[in-house]
C-alpha cells in the first residue's frame, strides 16, 4: 500500500499529516512554521495611528472615502501586500524544499496538497519536479485551523457500501 500523505498549509503554517494504512483520521508527521508571517502580516496593514489601511479614508470635509484611492497610505499599503506575497512566496519554498527532502528519504509516495489558492500556487510553483510527480489531489482550500479527522473526512470521506 503507498504511503500517502497530506499537506495542509497556510501562508504561516503547513502540517504534514500522513494517511493510516489501517484507515482512522490522519496522523501528524510534522509541522512546519513561519512565525514572522502572521506576526508581520497585521504590521503592515496598519497605519502609524493603528488604522488599517485601504479600507476608507477621512476627506478633509469630514466624509469618509469608500476607496482607497483617496488614501495616502496607498504606497504603503501596496509595499506591505507586496512583502507579504514575498514572504509567502519563501515559506513555500521552504515547505516545497522539505518534501524534496522527505521525498528523497522514500518518506511517501503519494501526497495531496491543501491550501488557499494563492498560497497552493506559490506551492505548486516551488515543487520540485519528482515531488510534483506524486500529487494525486489537491484542494484550494484554507483548512488549516480543522481538526486531522475534519480535515480525513474531506480529503478521504467514507465510501457508500453500495446499500
Do not use: C
Not at 51 to 67: E, F, K, L, N, Y
Request: hydrophobic share 35%; glycine share 8%; net charge negative.
Amino acid at each position: 500500500m503507498k504511503t500517502t500523505w497530506a499537506v495542509v498549509a497556510d501562508e504561516a503554517i503547513a502540517r504534514i499529516l500522513q494517511k493510516p494504512d489501517e484507515g482512522g483520521d490522519l496522523v501528524p508527521v510534522e509541522e512546519l512554521t513561519d512565525p514572522d508571517a502572521h506576526a508581520r502580516e497585521g504590521d503592515l496593514r496598519r497605519d502609524a495611528q493603528g488604522r488599517r489601511s485601504g479600507g476608507s479614508t477621512q476627506r478633509s470635509d469630514g466624509s469618509r472615502a469608500p476607496h482607497a484611492l483617496m488614501s495616502g497610505a496607498n504606497a504603503t499599503a501596496s509595499a506591505g501586500e507586496s512583502e507579504l506575497h514575498l514572504e509567502a512566496q519563501g515559506f513555500a519554498r521552504q515547505v516545497a524544499q522539505r518534501l524534496k527532502q522527505l521525498h528523497q528519504a522514500r518518506r511517501f509516495e503519494a501526497l495531496h496538497l491543501v491550501a488557499a489558492p494563492r498560497f497552493l500556487g506559490y506551492l505548486r510553483k516551488e515543487l520540485d519536479a519528482e515531488v510534483e510527480r506524486t500529487v494525486v489531489g489537491s484542494l484550494d482550500k484554507d483548512l488549516i485551523h480543522m481538526s486531522n479527522a475534519e480535515i480525513t473526512q474531506r480529503l478521504f470521506p467514507p465510501r457508500d457500501s453500495g446499500a
